[in-house]
């Protein structure tokens, strides 16, 4: 039965998320732009409270929920539908996060996008000794080192290498704009054992903070998302054991045609990408809810600017649901185990997209005073990296396009 | 006759211009961090006229046509716009002084020069209630009272241009001055800016019951009101040509960026993805400049229709504006997002110029007011 219902587990996910957003994010949001990053205090006191950030969920027992805090209480004997909203929990929670501030919700200790990965492919052994750091003593987090200099949307030119030794491998190369590559205790960075392969030469390893020859050589400077960190890594002659090659080395060695560390990047994407679009969502509707108050309180009661305002709220608030209703699709298709790329790559690109015109549109209904001290001017600048992240808004195009043409056998 | 083509001495004027943005965009950054042009800047532009080219003659301005203007300011902006809306001189009071004898104000523009000042209007579009001024008449004399959003220029201003309505209702135009020792009888509140245009001295006036004297009410009822119609409307046009300059910078930042930039084994231009963004990039910015000059020809000839195109070429540079620097960072992926490249700054500055510079949908609105002939200023 088609319904848009949540659980109560769901409800209660989200009124919890909902209230930590507005009572604990909310707060420190404009302080932690100005200073460029995140307290150091917030982040210990929030890591106590047991609140980590998990994209792509999935990490019972870790000591992690998925989204922010873990809410999974599934009925053992329903049906697969019923019995598995992992991932619907966690966009709806992921919405409420970056309502409260996306620049904060990714640096929320955890995992974070490192996470999928080493679920989804690592050995059990690498499972325990990478999520089981995730303790309340101190806050940790992981990292997920894709991106390099000439290897942005064509994920499949790195030219980060991987040389076989005895007992490991050494790394050499760079990544940049990697979240919380600074700070993380661990890094997945995907290097080529042979870039003659292609993509069968790819390789995920997890580098532990402290590894000799990594580094952070720098923080960039952003337009937003001012408090997150972005990193550029530098790997030097890096030594890593094979025990940290995610999957072992028979994992690439089972499969004959080869699950190459490419393949584990993209599987990341299906299931991360609706947690963007989500979070992308959540700024839409933080920015629409601020300035609904604004004109409800400043506004004259009537009038040109009354009549402006109701055509232009109801115009973003219709945007906004679509946007959450395609995310929700989504993140239903990964829950009940059917392929979801092209949904994934469609709530994208439109939350992505749609959400800096709601932001764009709150600022025109703010007028001149929004470019003074209110959130939604942060906002502004914070959203556009949701429509580049994660993969392009013309790579979601091009994913959903793809999809389309298979029918007609057609590869475009 | 129907003509795309400068005069040679615009076009000498808008090479001098085109020289003098490279400087202005190499140092568009400093000047960021700084929160206002550098010395050596705001000194050059002084020399060559730059802030003096809307100015009457009478307050030895260059008086240039608003047809040149655009071209020159639009050079000037495709080196940065944040920069340019900083430069010294009357900000968009040049306008008002401008207009000033054609609405039979011969004797304000002598004594009023290339003072820094703002023009503060609190009478165009409408006003929230927290956000407005009042004239009030008493014991013969006027007081000024309120607060007024942030505006260009306010935080450099030593005179204020300010439109407001008295007690009964009547738009006024009061000229407020500066002490001889810098002290202003207004307070400026600068308040948290961090979107974009930070070197524009961008803040709010507050007037807390200002004393005015009679004299400093320089025009009142419909002599007011017709002046400010005629100074909006080449506010409107110079603002909007600003904003094409802007809006040149992204589309061929974003050209000569994705011509050189490779993925999947080829410059990224040749995926049409990227190609027709790009192209779109640039009609939009085209469609823009055309709309803008247009609106400037007419004003130029005194045509009346030009208050109108004005408000539609305002429109337009709004919202082509946020399309083109958008897509300007768009078009570079992540490294459009980080500070190491300009564009981030470039739309920045364009979200921030589209809202100093009014509600997009306002502009529309009166348009169709006057249109329609309701209410609106008439053409
Ligand atoms: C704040 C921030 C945080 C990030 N965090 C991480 C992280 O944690 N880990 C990580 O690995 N990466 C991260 N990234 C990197 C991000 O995923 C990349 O920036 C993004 O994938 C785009 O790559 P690029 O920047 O190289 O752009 P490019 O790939 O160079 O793209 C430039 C332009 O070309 C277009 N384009 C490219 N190919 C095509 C095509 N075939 N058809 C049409 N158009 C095309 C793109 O859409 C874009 O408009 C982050 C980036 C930012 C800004």
Redesign the interface.
Same mark, same amino acid.
């Given at each position: 039965m088609i319904e848009f219902k949540l659980t109560p587990a769901q409800k209660q996910m989200k009124d919890l998320t909902h209230w930590f957003a507005a009572n604990e994010m909310r707060p420190i949001s404009?302080l932690s /732009?100005?200073l460029g990053k995140v307290p150091d205090e917030w982040l210990d006191k929030v890591n106590k409270m047991g609140i980590t950030l998990a994209a792509g969920g999935g990490m019972g027992g870790s000591g992690s929920g998925s989204g922010s805090s873990g809410a999974k209480k599934d009925d053992a004997d329903v049906d697969p539908e019923v019995k598995r909203q992992t991932n619907r929990t966690t966009v709806i929670a992921a919405e409420e996060v970056g309502w409260g501030d996306p620049a904060i919700a990714l640096t929320l200790p955890g995992p974070g996008l490192g996470g999928p990965p080493v679920q989804g492919s690592g050995t059990p052994e690498q499972k325990q000794r990478f999520l089981s750091i995730f303790t309340k003593d101190k806050p940790r987090w992981g990292a997920y080192a894709l991106?390099e200099p000439?290897?942005?949307? /064509?994920v499949?030119?790195i030219r980060t290498t991987a040389q076989k030794v005895d007992g490991g491998y050494v790394i050499n190369g760079q990544k940049? +704009?990697i979240t919380n590559g600074g700070r993380a205790s661990w890094v997945v960075v995907f290097a080529t054992v042979d870039r003659s392969a292609g993509r069968a030469g790819h390789r995920a390893f997890v580098v532990e903070q402290g590894t000799p020859g990594f580094r952070c050589s720098r923080l960039? $400077?952003?337009?937003?998302?001012r408090a997150s960190e972005?990193a550029e890594l530098v790997f030097e002659d890096c030594f890593v054991p094979d025990e940290n090659l995610l999957g072992g080395e028979e994992y690439y060695a089972k499969r004959a045609e080869g699950k190459s560390g490419f393949q584990v990047a993209m599987a990341t994407f299906d299931n991360t990408r609706p947690v963007v679009a989500a979070m992308a969502t959540g700024i839409a509707q933080a920015a629409y809810d601020y300035t609904l108050d604004f004109v409800r309180k400043?506004?004259?009661k009537s009038? *040109? &600017?009354y009549q &402006?305002a109701c055509e232009?709220l109801a115009d973003m608030e219709q945007t906004i649901q679509a946007g959450r209703l395609l995310t929700w699709e989504a993140a239903w298709k990964a829950d009940i185990g059917q392929p979801n790329s092209k949904e994934a790559a469609m709530c994208k690109a439109y939350a992505g997209k749609n959400a &800096?015109e709601v932001c764009?549109t709150c @600022?025109? @209904? @703010?007028?001149?005073?929004?470019? /003074?001290?209110h959130i939604v001017?942060?906002l502004? *600048?914070d959203v556009?990296?949701y /429509?580049? +992240?994660e993969g392009?808004?013309?790579v979601q $195009?091009?994913i959903v396009a793809r999809r389309l043409y298979d029918a007609f056998e057609l590869r475009i | 006759m129907i003509s795309f083509r400068p005069t040679e001495e615009e076009k000498q004027f808008a090479d001098v211009a085109r020289d003098f943005a490279a400087e202005i965009r190499e140092a568009a950054r400093a000047c960021e961090e700084a929160g206002r042009p550098s010395d050596v800047l705001l000194k050059k532009a002084e020399e060559l006229g730059f802030t003096v080219m809307e100015l009457p003659e009478s307050a030895d301005g260059l008086e240039l046509p608003l047809v040149s203007q655009a071209q020159i300011l639009e050079a000037l902006c495709f080196g940065d716009l944040g920069v340019v809306q900083g430069f010294p001189g009357p900000a968009d009071a040049d306008s008002l002084l401008r207009t000033a004898a054609a609405a039979g104000l011969d004797t304000l523009t002598a004594d009023l020069g290339a003072q820094p000042s703002a023009f503060v209007d609190a009478l165009q579009?409408?006003s929230?209630? #927290?956000?407005t001024l009042r004239l009030d008449t008493a014991n013969g004399g006027y007081r000024l009272s309120g607060n007024s959003?942030?505006?260009r220029g306010v935080k450099f201003a030593q005179r204020l241009f300010v439109a407001v309505a008295d007690d009964t209702g009547q738009p006024a135009v009061v000229v407020l001055d500066a002490a001889a020792d810098g002290a202003t009888p207004w307070q400026v509140t600068e308040? !948290?800016?961090?979107?974009g245009l930070l070197t524009a001295g961008?803040a709010?006036v507050a007037l807390e019951d200002v004393a005015v004297p009679d004299d400093a009410v320089v025009a009142i009822g419909d002599s007011a009101s017709q002046w400010l119609t005629a100074a909006r409307a080449r506010v409107q046009v110079l603002q909007a040509a600003r904003s094409v300059g802007a809006m040149q910078a992204a589309v061929d930042y974003a050209t000569m960026y994705t011509a050189g930039r #490779?993925? =999947?084994g080829q410059e990224i231009a040749k =995926?049409q993805?990227?190609s027709f963004?790009v192209a779109d990039m640039a009609i939009e910015t085209t469609a823009a400049r055309n709309l803008v000059l247009y609106a400037a020809a007419q004003l130029d000839a005194n045509d009346n229709a030009g208050v109108q195109s004005a408000r539609l070429a305002a429109a337009r540079a709004s919202r082509s504006l946020?399309f083109v620097t958008?897509n300007g %960072?768009?078009l570079l992926?992540?490294h459009? =997002? %980080?500070? !190491?490249y300009p564009v981030? #700054?470039w739309?920045?500055d364009g979200?921030?110029q589209? %809202?100093?510079y009014?509600?997009?949908?306002?502009r529309l609105?009166e348009y169709g007011e006057a249109l329609l002939g309701k209410g609106g200023a008439s053409a």
């Open positions: 404009m /732009d100005k991106t000439e290897a942005g949307s /064509d499949s030119n940049i +704009f960039a $400077h952003k337009m937003g998302m972005t400043e506004y004259p009038g *040109r &600017l &402006l232009k &800096l764009e @600022l025109e @209904l @703010l007028g001149p005073a929004g470019i /003074d001290g001017e942060k502004y *600048r556009k990296v /429509d580049i +992240f392009t808004n013309q $195009h091009l | 579009g409408e929230l209630p #927290k956000e959003r942030p505006m308040g !948290d800016v961090r979107l961008v709010r #490779k993925a =999947f =995926f993805g990227v963004t946020r958008s %960072v768009q992926g992540g459009g =997002f %980080v500070q !190491d981030e #700054k739309m920045r979200q921030a589209a %809202v100093l009014g509600r997009e949908s306002e609105i």
